[in-house]
């Protein structure tokens, strides 16, 4: 029987437990429960244990929940999180309570990026510094990276709506050829209304400078952004974004291949980060409340004009 990773809760008979542990560990008894196998989440639910019941049970209980659910969140997304499900608590109380129970994040892997930027294609000066965004499709950002499967690598690429952070295209191939970034535009030109005045910002790839992608854009009317030569800061947020997925999903798992990789990460994409992932820069809310509360704002905004 499998070991689920969750807390000691009021609900099971510590009578009962004290008499399977005649003989055996609190963690193996723990373990034929099905509960987290810690002395501490033990002992923290005896409530004739000296000190009598810890204050914070429920709310450890909660932490615990989340982490499990998120395990790259530090105090402040936990913290974010707790408040929407309603709990009163401020990033101290949370870090001391993560910091006793050992939930604090695992140091994050190195971060690789892969650009070729030498080529002789034409390349485009950065738009995308000056702009001052107040909506969705005014900046798409585009980046690939690559994961590795058991024996080899397979490369994904992506397009996120500057404001909302949201993924708004992506693509799986085991090339990084120009049809891979391709691939990403059309699903992102499928799901989005193009306006007059949309960027597309990428590095200068030798993929995002192809005469086939290139042509795409113009052909939808999409202004073209690229970063300045050797700085990386130009395309950071979407750099970032490639964290996210490395630490958050590839990282915790071991594709058996093309296929499997593909199924994983549209999860990811699809139902977890655009719909459920709390996000920094947008007052941790997930990017599609994020996008919902700016359209709703935009139409209560002109209902006002016209008012």
């Known amino acids: 029987m499998g070991l689920k990773c969750r807390l000691f809760t009021k609900e099971f008979n510590l009578a009962a437990v004290r008499r399977l542990e005649q003989g055996v560990s609190i963690a193996e008894v723990a373990r034929g429960l099905e509960v987290n196998p810690s002395r501490a989440s033990f002992y923290r639910f005896d409530e004739n244990a000296e000190g009598g019941p810890d204050p914070d049970l429920d709310l450890r209980d909660a932490i615990q929940r989340i982490a499990l659910e998120w395990p790259s969140y530090g105090r402040r997304r936990i913290t974010a999180e707790l408040r929407r499900q309603k709990w009163t608590v401020n990033p101290k109380r949370v870090y001391r309570l993560m910091r006793e129970d050992n939930l604090l994040c695992v140091r994050k892997r190195k971060f690789i990026v892969t650009t070729d930027s030498n080529h002789g294609r034409r390349v485009y000066p950065n738009l995308a510094g000056t702009m001052v965004l107040t909506g969705m499709d005014q900046l798409w950002r585009a980046d690939i990276t690559y994961v590795r499967l058991r024996e080899e690598f397979i490369f994904v690429a992506v397009i996120l709506d500057a404001c909302s952070r ?106 977890i980060y655009n719909q459920k992932r709390l996000h920094s820069a947008l007052g941790y809310v997930p990017p599609a409340e994020f996008e919902a509360q700016l359209i709703r704002q935009q139409k209560e905004a002109a209902e006002r004009q016209l008012s």
């Open 166 to 271: 949201r993924v708004i295209g992506w693509a799986l191939d085991r090339t990084m050829e120009d049809s891979l970034t391709l691939s990403a535009l059309r699903m992102a030109l499928s799901r989005r209304v193009v306006g007059p005045d949309l960027v597309r910002h990428s590095d200068r790839g030798s993929q995002y400078a192809s005469w086939d992608y290139t042509d795409l854009l113009q052909e939808n009317g999409i202004a073209i952004s690229m970063s300045r030569k050797g700085n990386p800061w130009d395309n950071a947020a979407c750099e970032s974004f490639m964290k996210t997925l490395k630490y958050e999903e590839v990282h915790r798992d071991e594709y058996r291949n093309l296929a499997e990789a593909r199924s994983m990460i549209r999860e990811f994409l699809e139902k």
